[in-house]
């Protein structure tokens, strides 16, 4: 790996960046229409005081080539949070050269730092080169578990439904 290549804790200046990769990964995983952010959500939501996300920038030779975001949940069976990746992106030119390796080392660096007892994120089941290089890694993957998800008008419909 490039010694020019260093990762810090993205900051409020960082947004518009943030926005662009959030952009860009949209496109990669084939959803150019589902980003529905903008500069000001992500200084709110990740620069706040009380922000529960947080977010990094890698950047080599002073230039940003991706970001990863991530926040702690609870583990009820281990008494701990973990620490949960909810995006991350690289350039492209940027990837295979272990950028990733070390964003995914910083943030494993990251939940040890927080005595997290573990650290997990899902992939897109056709992302064949992600799904390779986590198992190159040593992370496993979780195929019995199904994601649920409620959003939008089903979000809305279900919180307000009559008991």
């Known amino acids: 790996m490039n010694n020019n290549v260093i990762i810090r804790d993205a900051n409020i200046s960082d947004a518009q960046t943030i926005l662009?990769?959030?952009?860009?990964l949209a496109i990669y995983e084939k959803e150019p229409d589902a980003v529905k952010t903008d500069e000001h959500a992500i200084?709110?939501?990740?620069f706040s005081e009380g922000a529960t996300a947080h977010s990094i920038i890698c950047l080599e030779n002073d230039e940003p080539i991706g970001f990863a975001v991530y926040f702690y949940n609870y583990?009820?069976?281990?008494?701990?949070?973990?620490?949960?990746?909810?995006?991350?992106y690289l350039s492209p030119d940027s990837r295979g050269k272990g950028a990733g390796k070390l964003i995914m080392k910083h943030l494993a660096n990251k939940a040890i730092t927080n005595d997290c007892g573990r650290f997990e994120w899902v992939v897109l089941d056709w992302n064949k080169p992600a799904i390779d290089f986590y198992d190159s890694i040593g992370a496993k993957a979780q195929n019995e578990w199904i994601i649920y998800r409620l959003t939008?008008?089903?979000l809305h419909d279900f919180a307000n439904q009559a008991e």
Do not use: A, H
């Open 20 to 24: 662009q990769f959030i952009t860009e």
């Open 43 to 46: 200084i709110k939501t990740l």
């Open 75 to 88: 583990s009820t069976w281990l008494g701990k949070n973990g620490l949960y990746l909810e995006d991350l």
């Open 152 to 154: 939008g008008q089903e």
